[in-house]
């Protein structure tokens, strides 16, 4: 018999990095990272959860029948819940998918993260203390983590030792360009150990970067990104919007993650609704919002 569950419809935001900086390779093969990760609730796909019969996961994803995988985060997260807790109900799910994939915006990453936190309001007296949630999330990727939290957080280890930040950009408008190319993310961070060496990610590094082993929040925030020099040379394209957008009057723009979504942030809006419009008509996907 599967425990009954209330439907639901859970709205799973994107995030950009407002600042991304990659300190050296890691003993286990990963980067030490310093990123600061800022939520971008206008842009979401939505998980409408709906009660099954049995013990079973059912994906449907009507516009992106790719994902209906068990390769997806959500089923991931699903599993590796029930795994964890015993805590399994029979579901099915419908994805919309809204958030460009492989665009640095953690589409993915907050979906799953997304089942997780449902799973985890649900589950009663088998729900999990919030470390152990982190460190199941931070298990299906260095990005889930940040999206059990609201707000934008400050990020050191693979992405998931996180400390909630302020960051004030009210009165700023964000606007994110998304080309059609993807960035392996892999492949991103193999690129940076080539062109700097592979350094390793020792405390001394650490230290040197950024001052301190537990930084403070950043505010105002650094707008910058280490994966910029090494996508930008594969990328001409992403160097010219990023350019763009600060002709076009953003105060600072950088790329997310390890792209290929660019951000600028604007303190006028009429500069930042043309500068929308512009991108738009070169072929991009474009979001423009005002920020909270
Ligand atoms: O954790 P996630 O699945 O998002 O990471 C994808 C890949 O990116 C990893 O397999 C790893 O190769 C690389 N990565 C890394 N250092 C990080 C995060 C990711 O090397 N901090």
């Known amino acids: 018999m599967s425990t009954p569950v209330a439907e639901s419809i859970l709205a799973a935001p994107a995030k950009i990095n407002l600042h991304l900086r990659i300190l050296g390779l890691r003993e286990d093969g990963y980067h030490e990272l310093r990123t600061l990760f ?6 979401y796909d939505t998980l409408r959860i709906e009660p099954g019969h049995d013990e079973h996961m059912y994906m449907r994803c009507p516009e992106n029948p790719d994902l209906e995988s068990t390769s997806n985060l959500i089923y991931k997260a699903w599993k590796a819940f029930g795994e964890a807790t015993g805590f399994r109900p029979g579901l099915f799910v419908t994805l919309t ?36 949630l982190v460190a199941l999330a931070a298990g299906q990727g260095a990005d ?19 400390t909630p930040a302020t960051v004030d950009l009210s009165g700023m408008t964000l606007v ?20 700097n060496g592979s350094p390793k990610a020792s ?14 929040p950043v505010s105002p925030p650094v707008v910058t990104n280490d994966f910029e020099p090494i996508v930008f040379a594969e990328h001409p ?8 957008l600060l002709k076009d009057g953003a105060a600072c723009a950088a ?38």
Request: proline share 6%; charged share 25%; hydrophobic share 40%.
């Open 237 to 244: 394209t992403l160097r010219e919007i990023k350019e763009k």
């Open 176 to 195: 994110i360009a998304c080309p059609a190319i993807h960035v392996d993310t892999p492949w991103a961070f193999r690129a940076w150990d080539r062109a």
């Open 255 to 292: 790329m997310s993650g390890s792209g290929a979504s660019l951000f600028g942030l604007f303190r006028d809006r009429g500069s930042a609704v043309a500068a929308a419009r512009t991108l738009e008509q070169d072929g991009h996907r474009v979001f423009r919002m005002d920020c909270p």
């Open 38 to 43: 800022y939520p971008v609730a206008e842009l």
């Open 144 to 162: 889930v983590p940040f999206f059990l939290l609201d707000g934008p957080a400050m990020a050191s280890g693979i992405g998931e030792e996180l």
């Open 97 to 132: 998918k809204r958030i460009p994939m492989g665009g640095g915006l953690g589409g993915g990453s907050s979906d799953g993260a997304a089942m997780l936190r449902w799973l985890n309001e649900q589950a009663g007296d088998r729900a999990l203390p919030h470390d152990e």
């Open 203 to 216: 405390e001394s590094l650490t230290t040197l970067v950024m001052g301190t082993k537990n930084p403070s």
